[in-house]
């Protein structure tokens, strides 16, 4: 068969790709995991991710990527977090009584614990709504931080009004 027959060949078999070539032996995607390829841990990666994605279609690489670039981002802000209640604890002896400080590293090391253990389920959940077509999820991680964060602002507006100047 020359490449143009080749081209416009359409009697290709169910689960075979043109040319006669079906998925188990290009052993890649989504096409390994179906004909049961495992890795040599007994289950494939992609098998592990499509069970916690729970069905549905691939959605567009781009959408999953910029699920990819938020997920960072809330775990960034949840290092930040963590790294600012350690700095409070470890930098802020001479300003702020014992008490203070500890609240307000402690209230900062939950905030960051908080959004780094939630970003990963508002990254889970949005990818399934994604793959099943479905409205996203509100994101409850914003509101979190935002209270918290207005808490520890006023911890902290309290202390700067209350120290004697």
Avoid: C
């Avoid at 052993?27 to 495992?38: C, F, H, K, P, R």
């Amino acid at each position: 068969m020359t490449a143009h027959e080749e081209a416009h060949d359409t009697s290709h078999k169910v689960g075979e790709a043109p040319g006669g070539v079906t998925p188990a032996a290009t052993g890649t995607g989504a096409e390994a995991e179906a004909v049961g390829e495992v890795s040599g841990t007994g289950r494939s990666r992609r098998g592990i991710l499509a069970r916690a994605l729970a069905g549905g279609t691939d959605p567009d690489p781009r959408f999953t990527l910029a699920n990819e670039r938020t997920f960072l981002a809330w775990i960034r802000t949840s290092l930040a977090m963590v790294a600012g209640g350690i700095a409070v604890e470890a930098f802020t002896a001479e300003l702020f009584d014992p008490e203070l400080r500890k609240t307000v590293s402690v209230l900062l090391l939950l905030l960051g614990l908080v959004t780094g253990g939630g970003s990963f389920f508002r990254w889970l959940n949005v990818e399934r709504a994604m793959r099943r077509q479905a409205p996203l999820p509100a994101p409850l991680l914003a509101p979190i931080l935002a209270v918290g964060g207005a808490l520890v602002a006023a911890v902290l507006i309290v202390f700067v009004i209350g120290r004697a100047a």
